[in-house]
């Protein structure tokens, strides 16, 4: 999945599948993971939010299963 690099201190880099509903996040310290499931409507929440970092923390990791693939 093709990612894009986002101003985040903890985030590295974000990609999004539509259709798949797959929200995949490298975090700074090397880490890529997976969310699945997650809408549009959401992910364009995410990427408007101030603060990427917390809105992972409160609105993605504790609502979505997610896979480490990297």
């Known amino acids: ?3 894009l690099p ?3 201190s903890n985030l590295a880099s974000v990609g999004y ?3 798949g509903q797959v929200l995949e ?3 700074r310290n090397g880490g890529v993971y997976q969310y699945v499931g997650v809408s549009a409507d959401v992910f364009s929440e ?3 939010a101030d ?3 917390r809105f992972l923390a409160r609105n993605i990791k504790p609502r979505y299963p997610f896979r480490r693939v990297g």
């Open 25 to 27: 996040v490298e975090f």
């Open 17 to 19: 599948d539509e259709v």
């Open 46 to 48: 995410f990427m408007a």
């Open 6 to 8: 986002v101003s985040s």
């Open 1 to 3: 999945m093709e990612r």
């Open 51 to 53: 603060s990427l970092g």
